[in-house]
C-alpha cells in the first residue's frame, strides 16, 4: 500500500496571506508511460462531504478557484493557496490514486 | 446535476449487520465505478471499497475485507454497502462518491469527483 503522510497537522494564516501544505507518499505515484502523478486534493468544510480540488498533482478542477494551486512530482505535493480567504477555511487532505486510494491524515487551516 | 443520496445508516450491536444503499441521479450510472468512503467522528478519510461500472473489478481496504461486500444495481442506479460482523471502529459517517472519468484514472483508482452528504452508523452496545 501506498501511505499518505501530510504536513502540517494545521496551521493559521492571515486572510490574503499564502498558505502552504505538504504531502508526501510512501512510494512514487507517478506514472512513467504518461509522466503524470496520481494525486489529488479535495477540500472539506465542518458537516460537508470533501470536494475534489486539484488531480493530477496540478490540474485544477472545474469551477475551482484559481488561487488553489497544486505542484510536485514523484513522492513529494505541495497545495498552495495564494490569497487565503474566509471561505477557505477547512481540513485539506491529499488523496494518491496511483493504487487502491489513500487519503492523508488531513491539514486544518484556519484564519489567524 | 449530479446527486448521490445515502441511506441506511443507523445505531446496530458489535456483531451485527447493515446495509447501506446509495441512489444516484444526474448521470449515466452504468458508465462509472463508484465508492464508499468513511470518516469516523473528528477523524480523517479512509477508503472502504469501490466496484467498476460493470461489477468485474472489486476492491476493499484491509480493514473491512471479509466482513463489508459492495455492489450495485445498474438498473436501479444504485450502489451497496452490506456491512456484517460490525465493530466499535467501524462507527463512522459512510459517503457514497463518484470516480471521475475513466481517462482521469490508473488502472486501479480514480479522483473522486462527486460525494453523497454521507450517512452515520454506530456501533454500540
Known amino acids: 500500500d501506498i501511505v499518505m503522510t501530510q504536513s502540517p497537522d494545521s496551521l493559521a494564516v492571515s486572510l490574503g496571506e499564502r498558505a502552504t501544505i505538504n504531502c508526501k507518499s510512501s512510494q512514487s505515484v507517478l506514472y512513467s508511460s504518461n509522466n503524470k502523478n496520481y494525486l489529488a486534493w479535495y477540500q472539506q468544510k465542518p458537516g460537508q462531504p470533501p470536494k475534489l480540488l486539484i488531480y493530477?498533482?496540478?490540474t485544477r478542477e472545474s469551477g475551482v478557484p484559481d488561487r488553489f494551486s497544486g505542484s510536485g512530482s514523484g513522492t513529494d505535493f505541495t497545495l498552495t493557496i495564494s490569497s487565503l480567504q474566509a471561505e477557505d477555511v477547512a481540513v485539506y487532505y491529499c488523496?494518491?490514486?496511483?493504487?487502491?486510494?489513500?487519503f492523508g491524515p488531513g491539514t486544518k487551516v484556519d484564519i489567524k | 446535476e449530479v446527486q448521490l443520496v445515502e441511506s441506511g445508516g443507523g445505531l446496530v450491536k458489535p456483531g451485527g449487520s447493515l446495509r447501506l444503499s446509495c441512489a444516484a441521479s444526474?448521470?449515466?450510472?452504468?458508465?462509472?465505478?463508484m465508492n464508499w468512503v468513511r470518516q469516523a467522528p473528528g477523524k480523517g478519510l479512509e477508503w472502504v471499497s469501490s466496484i467498476s461500472s460493470s461489477s468485474s473489478y472489486i476492491y476493499y481496504a484491509d480493514s473491512v475485507k471479509g466482513r463489508f461486500t459492495i455492489s450495485r444495481d445498474n438498473a436501479k442506479n444504485s450502489l451497496y454497502l452490506q456491512m456484517n460482523s460490525l465493530r466499535a471502529e467501524d462507527t463512522a459517517v459512510y459517503y457514497c462518491?463518484?470516480?471521475?472519468?475513466?481517462?482521469?484514472?490508473?488502472?486501479?483508482?480514480?479522483?473522486?469527483?462527486?460525494w453523497g452528504q454521507g450517512t452515520l452508523v454506530t456501533v454500540s452496545s
Open positions: 444526474g448521470f449515466t450510472f452504468s458508465s462509472y465505478s
Open positions: 493530477w498533482a496540478s
Open positions: 488523496q494518491q490514486y496511483y493504487s487502491t486510494p489513500h
Open positions: 462518491a463518484r470516480d471521475k472519468s475513466p481517462e482521469y484514472c490508473s488502472s486501479t483508482s480514480c479522483p473522486l469527483d462527486y
